[in-house]
């Protein structure tokens, strides 16, 4: 009986709180050609997509195609060898890449993939011992800790690994794989950001963890493409996804919440019907900040460095089909908006903070360059 009251109690407050909460279309903003940064291409890849720090400054960089590259900022490259087969097609292939919360002691490493299969592929999450041996370097001990069952689908994979503020559990986004409806089948793991122990075993605390399988692993449902995925300075976990023709999204991330795809959208289908917006269903979260026209978003990070001290605790977006690079500023009540937009002139993959405040970026192409970013004066 208790638990029933609780339950009821959270949706009232669910729904209250995506009534009253103010979504923002910032989709019309213009991007600037003023940076207040200057920025230097580092090293060249073949369509990267992730970067990932290690303690020492060095980086962990992966390749769509399936290649993954240790480097130095001065753009010295080493390849990593072990990488698994990857299914690199269109919007499949290697993906993102983190840094396991004790890596200092463990060396391990956590990166996701699209596999190929008879069954068709299906996206991969594997963690693996970095291995620096002679001036060469190697996953060892490869192991699988979760794949998405069933196989198959098409592009949208997700993909994003972050781990929480303790360190003590993995944050995974899947996509749905151009499936749409899976996103709301709870037995699919499409369309869902899961939460795992690190071990990728499913913690006793999840809001579904007595029902077992997917519902187990599930920390929230009704995703479209998720690329963007961390943990604010305050605690808060942020998500942004693509949306259809219209409607990317950032969400704030709260468990046993249902964030609506494709039910609701404030963007429409590419066939040019039309979906109902997500004022028409307050049950479902609405993202607190959407870009239509859309930006394409891809990679987030959080900024707390030294080197813009203007835009610490600021959110840190790069955009594909728009070419820039977005900061989202957030009010004293937490609402995002949109502060600046710099254009690129090329798609941005991937955000990351360097542990001296600088900021790095890849572009989507080949070659795509890494570029550091660092203030003009």
Request: charge should be negative.
């Amino acid at each position: 009986m208790g638990r029933t009251i609780l339950a009821a109690v959270g949706a009232l407050l669910i729904i209250q709180g995506a009534a009253s909460a103010e979504s923002i279309n910032a989709g019309n903003r213009d991007a600037s050609s003023d940076h207040p940064f200057k920025a230097d291409a580092v090293a060249t890849f073949d369509t990267p997509w992730a970067i990932a720090f290690l303690p020492d400054g060095r980086m962990l960089v992966t390749e769509k195609p399936g290649r993954i590259f240790l480097v130095t900022q001065a753009g010295e490259k080493t390849p990593v060898s072990g990488v698994p087969k990857v299914q690199a097609v269109q919007q499949n292939g290697l993906l993102d890449i983190a840094v396991a919360p004790d890596f200092a002691s463990s060396a391990g490493v956590y990166f996701t993939y699209v596999a190929p299969g008879d069954e068709g592929s299906r996206l991969v999450l594997d963690h693996a011992t970095l291995s620096e041996a002679g001036g060469k370097a190697s996953l060892a001990d490869r192991k699988t800790i979760w794949r998405q069952e069933p196989a198959g689908g098409g592009g949208q994979p997700g993909g994003i690994i972050v781990f929480d503020p303790e360190g003590k559990h993995l944050f995974l986004t899947v996509g749905d794989r151009m499936q749409p409806e899976t996103a709301q089948d709870p037995k699919q793991p499409r369309g869902k950001l899961l939460r795992l122990n690190l071990d990728g075993s499913t913690p006793a605390d999840n809001p579904q963890a007595a029902e077992g399988g997917v519902p187990a692993e599930t920390w929230t449902t009704g995703h479209r493409n998720p690329y963007g995925l961390a943990f604010a300075p305050d605690g808060k976990l942020w998500e942004h996804e693509m949306g259809p023709r219209g409607g990317d999204e950032f969400n704030l991330i709260e468990p046993g919440k249902n964030y609506g795809w494709p039910l609701v959208s404030n963007g429409d289908n590419y066939s040019g019907t039309k979906i109902p917006r997500h004022a028409t269903r307050p049950e479902f979260a609405a993202p607190l900040l959407y870009w239509n026209p859309v930006i394409a978003p891809a990679g987030l990070a959080f900024y707390n460095g030294a080197m813009f001290p203007q835009w610490r605790g600021s959110a840190l977006v790069g955009g594909l089909a728009a070419q820039v690079l977005v900061r989202i500023a957030f009010r004293a009540d937490g609402q995002p908006d949109e502060a600046e937009r710099w254009q690129m002139d090329e798609r941005i993959r991937d955000v990351a903070v360097g542990p001296d405040g600088a900021v790095w970026i890849i572009e989507d192409a080949d070659p795509g360059h890494l570029l550091r970013l660092t203030p003009l004066k």
